[in-house]
């Protein structure tokens, strides 16, 4: 007989009572953000590249959903036209059944690099969106401090970008975001070039953000791991043409926390999104064991110890 029995994962559509209860209480919610039949296709000389085919979804108010899919499969064009940085070819974006004509302070964002201003110290910095509301200074300024209480980052307000770590500043970017009121945070790779350990704050510290306040959050992330320790739902995307592949509602309970990344229900979240994007069969970063190195001779290591 085998030693061990190989330990068979639960369907990972099988939500437990209380994730199944929080979904339907989700569902019931309005959409604040819909996309609606949106294509978006680029052309350049004679090449014409449908980033986006007929993309249908609906955020529901105060849900978490993460954008997940292999390099090409038009996650950051999506999150461009729902900032209302680029126009979609057909279809359009609702927000609260209104369409979006542009940027608007009702959707925030927050980028992977470091965007906060290097000539103003971090109360300016998180002033700024105030201000642009139109609220005067010295409110601006009181409304700034309450953001940098809620973010522990209250001594460091006047303090430049530049002296303060890469995960203080994402705390940063994020309270500037949130500070002009927004309805909907878009965050595309927000916590990537952060160390694994700083990301793992990172995630723990905006789930409580998250919590505590009236946002709906649509989060673009490589890291599957991440998508899954974060989301409600997963909008899971393939390439060529960038469509829709499927929806998977993570079958966590929450408050999360990082114990639940070995559970069973997350393993088997993972493995079937390991799974999809293998069966995508394109070249990318999520995968790897694909990853081909050419080393030069010269690096050949000559002292390994067996
Ligand atoms: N401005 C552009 N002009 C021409 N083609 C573009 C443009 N922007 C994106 N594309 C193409 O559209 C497709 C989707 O690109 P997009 O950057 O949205 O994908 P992505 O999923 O965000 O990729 P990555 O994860 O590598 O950032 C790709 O084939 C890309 O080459």
Not at 7 to 30: E, F, G, N, S, T
Not at 189 to 216: G, H, P, V
Not at 218 to 226: A, N, Q, W, Y
Request: proline share 5%; net charge negative; charged share 25%.
């Amino acid at each position: 007989m085998a030693d061990h029995v190989e330990h068979a994962l639960p369907d990972y559509r099988i939500l437990p009572p209380d994730v199944a209860a929080r979904m339907a209480q989700i569902k019931q919610r309005d959409y604040v953000l819909e996309i609606d039949r949106v294509t978006k296709v680029f052309t350049q000389k004679k090449n014409r590249t449908v980033a986006l085919d007929a993309i249908e979804f609906g955020v529901h108010r105060r849900e978490l959903v993460c954008v997940v899919g292999p390099s090409g499969c038009g996650k950051s064009t999506l999150v461009r036209i729902l900032a209302g940085l680029e126009d979609a070819t057909s279809g359009q974006i609702l927000m609260n059944g209104k369409p979006v004509r542009g940027p608007g302070s009702d959707r925030g964002m927050v980028f992977q690099k470091y965007t906060l201003f290097p000539w103003l110290d971090v109360c300016r910095n998180v002033m700024f969106g105030i201000e642009m509301g139109g609220v005067d200074r010295l409110e601006a300024q009181r409304q700034a401090m309450q953001w940098l209480q809620m973010i522990g980052l209250e001594q460091f307000a006047t303090a430049f970008p530049h002296q303060l770590s890469g995960g203080m500043q994402q705390r940063v970017a994020i309270a500037r975001a949130l500070a002009a009121s927004p309805r909907v945070l878009l965050m595309d790779e927000s916590f990537s070039a952060l160390d694994a350990q700083t990301r793992t704050k990172m995630q723990n510290y905006l789930m409580e953000i998250w919590r505590k306040i009236d946002i709906t959050i649509v989060f673009i992330t490589h890291d599957l791991d991440e998508a899954i320790y974060l989301a409600d739902r997963i909008l899971v995307l393939k390439p060529n043409p960038g469509r829709v592949e499927e929806v998977i509602e993570v079958p966590l309970s929450r408050p999360r926390r990082a114990e639940q990344m070995t559970s069973d229900e997350f393993l088997a979240t993972k493995a079937h999104l390991e799974g999809l994007i293998r069966s995508f069969g394109t070249s990318d970063d999520m995968d790897e064991e694909d990853v081909k190195i050419d080393l030069p001779l010269l690096t050949l290591v000559t002292d390994q110890v067996e």
